[in-house]
């Protein structure tokens, strides 16, 4: 199946720093999106992009949708103790179609 | 208004025995999905159930299965367990229109051990 590369696998980062996480693919999607995973929860969404070159922000965090479809990124800034948990990236391969394909997740970790 | 519930949360099982999650999808959705989030694995879609039928499914063997309830509810049951079917399983369901925008809602997941 369809495989995204999400990097890096872990951060550990001082508060108030800035987080830049990627996601790559082979493959052309139509949908990216961003969840984050918080421990003992499920993943709960965070940005949703549908179009090639789309920049979206929610609050401290933004995300593009790459102009090639096949990736993403997702930047927090100044960091706080609560964004720890992991970030997934998603895609959908077609427009209508149900499944998301989900990154390897990165974890990350925020020092006080 | 209440969210995707799972059950059990946490199960301890044996290799060869059977298994039977169960999820109960936000009201008015009538979408569910399984997800397998195996250690560093991320998450591997299972199976996709909507108006009581299987839509689709993963790269997974048939011991694998499930349904859907008329009222939406949701099983997920596996058979013939291995070492590494231990993972936790997450339900998500979501208002299926015809377009699937992304934004699946998550339970906290059975976490299922086998021994």
């Known amino acids: 199946g369809q495989q995204l590369n999400q990097s890096p696998q872990s951060m550990f980062i001082q508060e108030g720093e800035d987080v830049s996480m990627n996601c790559t693919s082979s493959?052309?999607?139509?949908?990216w999106l961003w969840y984050k995973q918080e421990p003992g929860e499920g993943p709960v969404l965070l940005i949703a992009l549908y179009k090639a070159g789309e920049l979206t922000s929610n609050g401290r965090l933004t995300a593009q949708f790459g102009i090639t479809r096949k990736d993403s990124f997702l930047n927090i800034s100044a960091s706080i103790p609560s964004d720890v948990g992991i970030y997934f990236c998603a895609a959908i391969l077609q427009t209508g179609a149900n499944n998301l394909f989900f990154g390897t997740g990165t974890r990350l970790t925020v020092i006080p | 208004e209440a969210g995707v519930t799972q059950s059990p949360t946490h199960l301890i099982k044996t290799r060869g025995q059977q298994v039977t999650l169960r999820c109960s999808p936000i009201?008015?959705?009538?979408?569910v999905y399984w997800y397998q989030q195996a250690l560093g694995l991320g998450l591997q879609f299972l199976l996709w159930?909507?108006?009581?039928?299987?839509?689709n499914r993963g790269n997974f063997p048939p011991r694998f299965s499930g349904r859907q309830f008329p009222n939406y509810s949701s099983e997920l049951n596996v058979n013939a367990l291995e070492l590494e079917d231990s993972a936790l399983y997450l339900c998500?369901?979501?208002?299926?229109?015809?377009?699937?925008?992304?934004?699946?809602?998550f339970g906290e997941g059975s976490r299922l051990t086998v021994l």
């Open positions: 998500a369901s979501s208002y299926w229109v015809g377009t699937n925008t992304g934004e699946l809602f």
């Open positions: 159930y909507d108006e009581g039928e299987e839509r």
């Open positions: 493959s052309i999607f139509n949908t």
């Open positions: 009201s008015g959705h009538t979408s």
